[in-house]
T-cell receptor
Framework: GAVVSQHPSRVICKSGTSVKIECRSL??????MFWYRQFPKQSLMLMAT?????????EQGVEKDKFLINHASLTLSTLTVTSAHPEDSSFYIC??????????????FGPGTRLLVL | TQLLEQSPQFLSIQEGENLTVYCNSS?????LQWYRQEPGEGPVLLVT?????EVKKLKRLTFQFGDARKDSSLHITAAQPGDTGLYLC???????????FGDGTTLTVKP
């Protein structure tokens, strides 16, 4: 099946610093990737849709200047949490759609990144 | 706004019991995915169903897509502790962007 990697898996940072999270599709090209945030024992909350070569589409209530998304290639999307604060601490998960599959809209998820802001 | 209602939200059963999780919507989807997620990890795809009325089996798991492609169910036979996790359904549309996710079902199977 399609494999999506995410790096780093865990990060601890000081308040006010910026953190970059990478999402890579390893064995397919993904024109569309998604970034989610997940709180304990809850479902996924979509933050933004990342489109290769164009600006990301953010969900309502998500600050685009705080959560910078770059999708510069067909296999890499990055999420940068700028000036992170303790309330940004969460589990961030990316996913990618494999357009070559029979059901091209199926999303494959990365393993997630646990962010802790002190 | 498209909604995908998933039930039950929490389920705690004994090993060996059977269970069913439901996802219902008023929207028609071109496909529907089921995922299982364990704590601290990303969701893992279990199955994609595409055709109305389709039934897929994955060992002790049986997935069904409604005839009208608006709803789906996941049935687990003889649940085991290893089945414990968060189960998520997601409805998708061809050539659309984001999928619609259910709120998830947290399953605990006690030995």
């Amino acid at each position: 099946g399609a494999v999506v990697s995410q790096h780093p898996s865990r990060v601890i940072c000081k308040s006010g610093t910026s953190v970059k999270i990478e999402c890579r599709s390893l064995d397919f090209q993904a024109t569309t990737m998604f970034w989610y945030r997940q709180f304990p024992k809850q479902s996924l909350m979509l933050m933004a849709t990342s489109n290769e070569g164009s600006k990301a589409t953010y969900e309502q209530g998500v600050e685009k200047d705080k959560f910078l998304i770059n999708h510069a290639s067909l296999t890499l999307s990055t999420l940068t949490v700028t000036s992170a604060h303790p309330e940004d601490s969460s589990f961030y998960i990316c996913s990618a759609r494999d357009p070559s599959g029979g059901a091209g809209e199926t999303q494959y998820f990365g393993p997630g990144t646990r962010l802790l802001v002190l | 706004t498209q909604l995908l209602e998933q039930s039950p939200q929490f389920l705690s059963i004994q090993e060996g019991e059977n269970l069913t999780v439901y996802c219902n919507s008023s929207s028609v989807f071109s496909s529907l995915q089921w995922y299982r997620q364990e704590p601290g990890e990303g969701p893992v795809l279990l199955v994609t169903v595409v055709t109305g009325g389709e039934v897929k089996k994955l060992k002790r798991l049986t997935f069904q897509f409604g005839d009208a492609r608006k709803d789906s169910s996941l049935h687990i036979t003889a649940a085991q502790p290893g089945d414990t996790g968060l189960y998520l359904c997601a409805g998708a549309h061809t050539n659309a962007g984001k999928s619609t996710f259910g709120d998830g079902t947290t399953l605990t199977v006690k030995p």
